[in-house]
C-alpha cells in the first residue's frame, strides 16, 4: 500500500512571535521543517511527502527541500488559513499522486520517530483511522463558570492527541467532504473522521513529540537535540 504524509506547514507561529514562521526558526543548524521532513524522509514505511505552507514562504520551502536533500517530496502547495485548510490543500493533491493511506503530521513536531510513525500506519491498515496521542500526567478538571471547577475529570479515559494521524485516503477525503459541507472545523483530522461514525484507534504515542508553540518549547527543543546529540556520540 502507497503511505504518503501530508506536512501542514502553513502557520506563521503567532504564540512565538519570532518574526519568522516558527517551522523556519533554527536549532541544532537546521530549520525545524527540515527536521521533521527528515523524520519521514528517512522512515521505510513513508514512500512520498507532500508539504503545505504558506505562501509567502513556498519559494524559500522548495529551495530547502531541494538544499537538504529531501527526495521523497513530491509536491509543495500553499496552505489556508487554518491547519485544517492546509491539510484540505494537500489532500487535493492526491489526484495528481495517488496513494491508499494518508499520514498527516505537523511541520512543528521533529521529535518524532520512525518506529512510532510505522506503529500509527500499522494500526490504520487494521481498522482505517490511527492517531498518536499520550494519557495526561496530571490531573484534569472541567472549567465551570466565573473561574470555578465544574468537575474532576476520569483521567483514565483521557487521551493528549498528538500528531502523526493515519487514514485511508477515502475515508479522509471523504471526511473533508463532509466537513466542509457542514462548514465544520476543528483542530486535528481526526475529529472530522470520528464525525463519520468512524472509531479511531489510538496508539500510545511519546511526552518528547512536543508541538513547538509557546516561546518555551523552542528552548525544550534547544535542549533535546543537544542531548540527542551526546547521546548519539
Ligand atoms: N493555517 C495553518 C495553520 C497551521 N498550520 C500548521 O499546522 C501545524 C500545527 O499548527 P500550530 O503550530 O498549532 O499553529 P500555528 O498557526 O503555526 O501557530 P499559532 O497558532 O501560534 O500562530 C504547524 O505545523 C503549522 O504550520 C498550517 O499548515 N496552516
Ligand atoms: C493536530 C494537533 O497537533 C493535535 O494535537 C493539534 O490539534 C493542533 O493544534 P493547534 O494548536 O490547534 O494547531
Given at each position: 500500500m502507497k503511505v504518503t504524509a501530508i506536512i501542514p506547514a502553513g502557520g506563521y507561529g503567532k504564540r512565538i512571535n519570532a518574526g519568522i514562521h516558527k517551522q523556519l526558526i533554527e536549532i541544532s543548524g537546521k530549520p525545524i521543517l527540515i527536521h521533521t521532513l527528515e523524520k519521514f524522509q528517512n522512515c521505510s514505511c513513508i514512500d512520498a511527502i507532500i508539504i503545505a505552507t504558506a505562501p509567502e514562504i513556498l519559494l524559500e520551502v522548495e529551495n530547502m527541500v531541494k538544499k537538504f536533500n529531501i527526495t521523497k517530496v513530491v509536491e509543495v502547495t500553499i496552505g489556508g488559513n487554518e491547519r485544517q485548510d492546509s491539510v484540505y490543500n494537500a489532500l487535493q493533491m492526491m489526484v495528481y499522486h495517488h496513494t491508499e493511506i494518508v499520514v498527516v503530521h505537523d511541520?512543528?513536531?521533529?521529535?518524532?520517530t520512525c518506529e512510532k510513525i510505522c506503529e500509527v500506519i500499522s494500526a490504520c491498515k487494521e481498522t482505517g483511522a490511527a492517531v498518536l496521542a499520550v494519557r495526561p500526567k496530571e490531573t484534569v478538571k472541567l472549567g465551570g463558570e466565573n473561574g470555578f471547577v465544574e468537575k474532576t475529570l476520569d483521567r483514565n479515559s483521557l487521551w493528549l492527541v498528538q500528531t502523526p494521524q493515519a487514514f485511508y485516503y477515502t475515508i479522509l477525503q471523504q471526511a473533508y467532504k463532509k466537513a466542509y459541507t457542514d462548514s465544520f472545523y476543528a483542530t486535528d483530522d481526526s475529529a472530522l473522521v470520528e464525525r463519520l461514525g468512524i472509531k479511531v484507534k489510538v496508539v500510545e504515542g511519546l511526552y518528547?513529540?512536543?508541538?513547538?508553540?509557546?516561546?518555551?518549547d523552542i528552548e525544550f527543543a534547544r535542549l533535546i537535540f543537544e542531548r540527542n546529540k551526546t547521546t548519539r556520540l
Open positions: 511541520a512543528v513536531r521533529p521529535f518524532i518528547e513529540n512536543i508541538k513547538i508553540t509557546t516561546p518555551e
